[in-house]
């Protein structure tokens, strides 16, 4: 099957048009990344959706500390249960107690 130069280019342009988005979403996910304690020290790569999942129970963390006179819990402990819960436990462990103790 022969394409026509004029498909080749609305391919190429497709394709680069998707590598640019690509691109922002992961420049994206990686400063959210980098605005969420404890998650931030974790050298290791940490998949997208744990991120956002992780950034959601920041905001209800913060919404909570708002609106409560009681303290929740430290949300480091709310950080290490997701990983832990959702398969990331070398993540867990090696990456970020690791870094504890080298610091």
């Known amino acids: 099957m022969d394409l026509t130069e ?15 988005y690509v691109e922002r ?14 998650l931030r020290d974790i050298e290791k790569p940490i998949p997208q959706y744990k991120v956002i999942r992780l950034a959601i129970k920041y905001i209800r ?15 480091n402990d709310v950080v290490m249960d997701e990983l832990y819960q959702h398969k990331c436990r070398e993540i ?12």
């Open 6 to 20: 004029e498909e080749r280019l609305r391919r190429r342009r497709r394709s680069e048009i998707q590598r640019n």
């Open 25 to 38: 979403l992961s420049g994206g996910i990686m400063a959210l990344k980098m605005s969420i304690p404890y």
């Open 61 to 75: 963390y913060l919404n909570s500390m708002l609106n409560s006179d009681e303290h929740p819990d430290n949300f």
């Open 92 to 103: 867990c462990f090696f990456g970020f107690f690791g870094k504890l103790k080298g610091s």
